[in-house]
């Protein structure tokens, strides 16, 4: 299930606008594509916040990746653990991350 618009999402700098080519019908008016530059996903944005938001699908998919990577290396380090005392508590230093990622992917879910 999608959770969001398709990316990738390009900035409308005349506009202050996130834009993309996937049509977006949850915001009346998004299909007037001749006007925005594409379907619109936001508008009036402050310019700062711009670039951070067209990158939203990207930085999701990625992290959503990175995180399985992550899980799946915690379990490696804990079987190293086992044989080489130098590998003891390493799957424990990435536990944070792994909360926050999951916390970044919960709340981009609307969860």
Known sequence: METHTKGPWR???RLLAIVSDEPCTDIHGAENVEHYGGYLIAESIAPRNLSIIAAAPELYDALREL????VISQGNMRRAAKRDPDWEGCAEIIQPRVD???A???KAEGK
């Open 104 to 106: 970044a992917i919960a």
């Open 100 to 102: 926050a990622a999951r």
């Open 67 to 70: 995180l399985t990577d992550m």
């Open 11 to 13: 900035v409308n700098e």
